[in-house]
T-cell receptor, first 110, second 113 residues
């Protein structure tokens, strides 16, 4: 039931790009993306609804392939501030339980 | 605007002791959640409440109970703490179907010795 994220970790230099993937075996209503800095609470980035719509947040965007039950988070021209752990969260068709993947740790260095 | 407030922030318990983690939100959200976070395991859902008066088990409910006291408050109780419950606990809230995402409290770091 827990969505599967890949890769587990990414190491980048400033300005490089990264893609984080999230897949689920269950039919989804929506996919959420969050970022957590060390020692802090997760912070909402964006939500993807059924329909494959792509959303954007600064230089971070995401897509949702409803047929494949997959979402991808795209980080372009990464900045030091992008470092942290990224979680995808999937919401059931009933819109009740929000289940998270294990996270992808992103480290950006100068 | 406080958002989601959790208390306490830190707690040390002895095995077998009980305690209640408190959570309150001021955003008029219907849905509230309790998660635990352990290294390498991500955020695992313990219990959730889709609306006032309802609660449901999540992925890891054993050893916990919850109460949705009213629309604002959602508490998590450990009846007999065990070392395996050492973790960071997060409360979160959202509108149903979460169109604006979930908002998290600052977490409670619990150690059971």
């Amino acid at each position: 039931q827990q969505p599967v994220q890949s890769p587990q970790a990414v190491i980048l230099r400033e300005g490089e790009d990264a893609v984080i993937n999230c897949s689920s075996s269950k039919a989804l209503y929506s996919v959420h993306w969050y970022r957590q800095k060390h020692g802090e609470a997760p912070v909402f980035l964006m939500i993807l609804l059924k329909g494959g719509e792509q959303k954007g947040h600064e230089k971070i965007s995401a897509s949702f392939n409803e047929k494949k039950q997959q979402s991808s988070l795209y980080l372009t021209a990464s900045q030091l501030s992008y470092s942290g752990t990224y979680f995808c969260g999937t919401l059931s068709q009933a819109g009740t339980a929000l289940i998270f993947g294990k996270g992808t740790t992103l480290s950006v260095s100068s | 605007n406080a958002g989601v407030t959790q208390t306490p922030k830190f707690q040390v318990l002895k095995t077998g002791q009980s305690m209640t983690l408190q959570c309150a939100q001021d955003m008029n959200h219907n849905s509230m959640y309790w998660y635990r976070q352990d290294p390498g395991m991500g955020l695992r859902l313990i219990y959730y409440s889709a609306s006032e008066g309802t609660t449901d088990k999540g992925e890891v409910p054993n050893g916990y109970n919850v109460s949705r006291l009213n629309k604002r408050e959602f508490s998590l109780r450990l009846e007999s703490a065990a070392p395996s419950q050492t973790s960071v606990y997060f409360c979160a809230s959202s509108e149903r179907f979460g169109p604006s995402g979930a908002f998290f409290g600052q977490g409670t770091r619990l150690t059971v010795v």
